[in-house]
Nanobody, 125 residues
Framework: EMPLVESGGGLVQAGGSLRLSCAASGFSLDEFMIGWFRQAPGKDYEGLSCISSSDGVTWYSDSVKGRFTISSNNAKNTAYLQMERLKPEDTAVYHC??????????????????WGQGTQVTVSS
């Protein structure tokens, strides 16, 4: 069983919304930070958002701040990324990761403890 499984991706028109889920198994999300990354075709991975499940502290990259919202439900052992006002440039494979520690702004530079297989998000113009 995969430790992290993303779902909720799909095809949406520009301006639309999607909610991605990141379901954890075999460990408790509340012991980790949860980060969301994406990789667009031909580009490097980009760290988008992070939440410290223990205290709810969040961080967002400038590219998604104000449009995306990260959350977690420790009872369901699942994290979410609500994406609003999607743009064609948001097209990418989105991954979630579990990271030990509590320094969300630096999450994309830290070693990842668990990594999901990704879910495709395609935004048409």
């Amino acid at each position: 069983e995969m430790p992290l499984v993303e779902s909720g991706g799909g095809l949406v028109q520009a301006g639309g919304s999607l909610r991605l889920s990141c379901a954890a198994s075999g460990f408790s999300l509340d012991e980790f930070m949860i980060g969301w990354f994406r990789q667009a075709p031909g580009k490097d991975y980009e760290g988008l958002s992070c939440i410290s499940s223990s205290d709810g502290v969040t961080w967002y990259s400038d590219s998604v701040k104000g449009r995306f919202t990260i959350s977690s439900n420790n009872a369901k052992n699942t994290a979410y990324l609500q994406m609003e006002r999607l743009k064609p440039e948001d097209t990418a494979v989105y991954h979630c990761a579990a990271i030990r520690g509590n320094n969300c702004p630096q999450f994309s530079t830290l070693d990842l403890d668990f990594w999901g297989q990704g879910t495709q998000v395609t935004v048409s113009s």
